[in-house]
């Protein structure tokens, strides 16, 4: 079975810096995708950001941007020029065929 | 969230009564699915349905029974409940197979 970890349980960013999160994922699959969600308190899954297995270019979204390394099986999340509302919990999920796993989660604080 | 409509967003049930938490979605979707999300652990798939009248289990089916009569609706029922099973709910739906999963709201459910 795939697994996904997220070894961060928390992490700070000053407002305006850079911050970057970390995901591993465990599959014996060639073919899959990624994604990281945003959860804020208001308890909302909100897609922040997707990478197919198969595209070697990493995905971008405004500030937001992966580092896919699928021989690692890694797929950070990087957030430029942090800001206040990007305050909330990160996951990060691995989707192949009907079977999406999730991390545990990060929680990410961003401080004025 | 546009387009899933999750019902009850809160429940307190006592340990051995039966509920049926309601989702429905109005995108036309095929696939649509139910996750838990518990404190630590992410989100886990529950069960899934890939179109009317199919179903399948996902990572946690114990203790839950779906259908899928119709493509609008998904019900997740809890024929007895347990204090395990309390927890955070959420039915989701993706549309076509890279588009991003359109989550509810969630349901938050207490068993005593």
């Known amino acids: 079975a795939q697994t996904v970890t997220q070894s961060q349980p928390e992490m700070s960013v000053q407002e305006a810096e850079t911050v970057t999160l970390s995901c591993t994922y465990d599959t014996s699959e060639s073919n899959y995708y990624l994604f990281w969600y945003k959860q804020p308190p208001s308890r909302q899954m909100i897609l922040v950001i997707r990478?197919?297995?198969?595209?070697?270019q990493n995905a971008t979204e405004n500030r937001f941007s992966v580092n896919f390394q699928k021989a690692a099986k890694s797929f950070s999340l990087k957030i430029s020029d942090s800001q206040l509302g990007d305050t909330a919990m990160y996951f990060c999920a691995f989707m192949n065929n009907n079977d999406m796993r999730f991390g545990a989660g990060t929680r990410l604080t961003v401080k004025p | 969230n546009a387009g899933v409509t999750q019902t009850p967003k809160f429940q307190v049930l006592k340990t051995g009564q039966s509920m049926t938490l309601q989702c429905a979605q109005d995108m036309n979707h095929e696939y649509m699915s139910w996750y838990r999300q518990d404190p630590g652990m992410g989100l886990r798939l529950i069960h899934y349905s890939v179109g009317a009248g199919i179903t399948d289990q996902g990572e946690v089916p114990n203790g839950y029974n779906v259908s899928r009569s119709t493509t609008e609706d998904f019900p997740l029922r809890l024929l007895s409940a347990a204090p395990s099973q309390t927890s955070v709910y959420f039915c989701?739906?993706?549309?076509?197979?890279?588009?991003?999963?359109?989550f509810g709201d969630g349901t938050r459910l207490s068993i005593l």
């Open positions: 990478q197919e297995a198969y595209k070697q």
């Open positions: 989701a739906s993706p549309g076509q197979y890279l588009q991003p999963q359109h």
